[in-house]
């Protein structure tokens, strides 16, 4: 199976601020990396597929890049509604596993 | 619009079953798989598993093999999920959501909106 790790774990930022969480995968998995954003007592919801491309309605400040095994989400400006917890997840081969999450709070 | 609709919460004891419907709509069922993924309290998110809208084929997580098995009833467009011998550590949110498909990459586009299970005896 393929693990994916996230860094950090979390984070304190403040509205404006420019946010880079990473996620590497234990093997090359290409461009197969999804973004997911949760806030509490919701379901996730997609921001990005396939490393960099932007899911439609989402904000241009998000941005994704990376192939192979290392992979970064970017928020160029931090909204107040960005305030979540992020998952990356690989969807290269069965099972289509999760990281454990980056949480970005207020700072 | 597309929505996935699951039911209410469910309290069930240590070695029984538990059902969870996911009930689809505002696209053709056939043209997209259902994932079911669980969030333990406070945690992670954990994929189990995947079946077909078009054919029923199946793909289930190594770790819950034997004891999950994913269905549908194209009739009403439902996709049912069900876990037998359950545990303590089953108690979590459970989630359907759409598999889409672009250029080859999967990832999951449309979300119930979670349906928790508890485990308690």
């Known amino acids: 199976d393929i693990q994916m790790t996230q860094s950090p774990s979390s984070l304190s930022a403040s509205v404006g601020d420019r946010v880079t969480i990473t996620c590497r995968a234990s093997q090359s998995i290409s461009t197969y990396v999804n973004w997911y954003q949760q806030k509490p007592g919701n379901a996730p919801a997609i921001l990005m597929f396939?490393?960099?491309r932007l899911q439609g309605g989402v904000p241009s400040r998000f941005s994704g890049s990376g192939s192979g095994t290392d992979f970064t989400l970017t928020i160029s400006s931090l909204q107040p509604e960005d305030f979540a917890t992020y998952y990356c997840?690989?969807?290269?081969?069965?099972?289509?596993?999760f990281g454990p999450g980056t949480r970005v709070d207020v700072k | 619009q597309v929505q996935l609709v699951q039911s209410g919460n469910e309290v069930k004891k240590p070695g029984a079953s538990v059902k969870v419907p996911c009930k689809v709509s505002g696209y053709s069922f056939a043209r997209y798989g259902i994932s079911w993924v669980r969030q333990t309290p406070g945690q992670g998110l954990e994929w189990m598993g995947w079946i077909s809208g078009y054919n029923g084929d199946t793909n289930y997580a190594q770790i819950l093999q034997g004891r999950v098995t994913l269905t549908t009833d194209t009739s009403t467009s439902t996709v049912y999920l069900e876990l037998r011998s359950l545990r303590s550590d089953d108690t979590a949110i459970y989630f359907c959501?759409?598999?889409?498909?672009?250029?080859?990459?999967?990832?999951?586009?449309?979300w119930g909106q979670g349906t928790l299970v508890t485990v308690s005896s």
């Open positions: 997840q690989q969807s290269f081969s069965a099972p289509f596993d």
């Open positions: 396939a490393a960099s």
């Open positions: 959501a759409r598999d889409s498909l672009h250029g080859g990459n999967s990832f999951l586009d449309y």
